[in-house]
């Protein structure tokens, strides 16, 4: 029995130990500390940069059974706000964050302007294989996903607010959790929901349920040196052949890969709950907890990541709101008792 599950008994007789949810995760309200095996204490931090000088953390193997079905990837993010909103065309691309709103699919470059958060682009042909995230129109986040079937100009389908000022502005010094769904619909299409804090932003219906190992196991057709996922920085900048990009500037945390598409309701009711690690689905779990420049997946240590030119402080002593409180077993069974 693990430890998380044998503090359940514990904390129903542990007065006053109790979990307050808020918007943005849970607040402690006195508890039992969890033995130093659970201590929590990193999330992953991305810096501004020089060009030719981009930090980023290289994922090549993506998790088995991700992509070949419905699935959910879910992660927490804490934008820097202290730099500016402007253009990213001119001096200010590596300092400020894009407030680029182009209408999707209006020609084949709308979508150029925008900071990465990951870039998982096929640069040899957008439409097969891409799985992006980026910012946009002042602190919004779009889902870039190519399945294979190009919806029209840029050739990738984008799931956002548009405009961006119907979706929520995340450059508010608050830690957000973003959660992705691919859920089938129908007799063969796919529905792709991106989700906010709890609160669907927006859906796309795809005609295709394209199997996306086709180009994840090998990464065949990525030009070579781009191949895999890249956090925090465009992947041509990134191994320069791009002097400069727009990137990410922030923290990263808690990483979930499922081979399901979560619920609706499991997903604006859970999205602040801590996972166990034996939730049926569950693929993988990034929590960045581990040290040097190599990062790795909780439930199989052997399926990690390589961090690019760190800089100074890329293992950030801040944890999300669900890191944070998974470190306390009593706490955490206490609330899912409680709730």
């Not at 796919?190 to 196991?217: F, H, K, P, V």
Request: proline residues 5%.
């Amino acid at each position: 029995m693990s430890y998380i599950r044998h503090q359940r008994e514990r904390a129903a007789n542990t007065p006053g130990s109790l979990l307050k949810r808020t918007r943005f995760g849970f607040g402690l309200i006195c508890g039992i500390l969890a033995p130093a095996e659970f201590a929590s204490s990193n999330s992953l931090a991305f810096f501004v940069n020089d060009p030719n000088q981009h930090d980023y953390a290289q994922q090549v193997a993506i998790p088995a059974g991700f992509g070949t079905g419905e699935f959910t990837l879910e992660l927490w993010i804490k934008p820097d706000d202290s730099f500016p909103i402007g253009s990213t065309s001119g001096s200010g691309k590596l300092t400020n964050w894009s407030n680029a709103d182009n209408t999707p699919l209006s020609a084949g470059d709308w979508w150029f302007e925008g900071n990465f958060l990951l870039d998982g682009f096929n640069n040899s042909a957008f439409e097969n294989g891409t799985f992006a995230l980026q910012f946009y129109g002042g602190g919004r986040v779009r889902w870039l996903f190519g399945d294979g079937v190009s919806p029209g100009l840029g050739e990738v389908r984008s799931v956002q607010a548009f405009p961006a000022s119907s979706g929520p502005n995340l450059l508010d010094g608050q830690w957000h959790q973003l959660t992705l769904v691919r859920r089938w619909s129908g007799a063969t299409d796919a529905d792709l929901e991106l989700w906010i804090d709890g609160a669907l932003i927006d859906s796309q219906t795809t005609t295709a349920r394209t199997d996306m190992r086709l180009w994840w196991n090998a990464w065949s057709g990525f030009p070579a040196g781009q191949e895999g996922w890249f956090w925090g920085a465009e992947k041509q900048a990134a191994i320069g052949v791009l002097s400069q990009y727009e990137d990410y500037k922030g923290l990263l945390d808690e990483l979930h890969f499922w081979s399901i598409a979560r619920s609706p309701s499991e997903i604006m009711n859970d999205f602040a709950v801590p996972l166990l690690g034996d939730e049926p689905g569950l693929l993988a779990v990034y929590r960045f907890e581990d040290a040097g420049t190599s990062t790795c997946d909780s439930l199989d240590p052997a399926l990690c990541m390589s961090i690019i030119n760190p800089q100074a402080g890329f293992r950030a002593a801040e944890n999300s709101p669900i890191n944070s409180i998974a470190t306390n077993g009593a706490e955490l069974d206490a609330w899912r008792e409680y709730e």
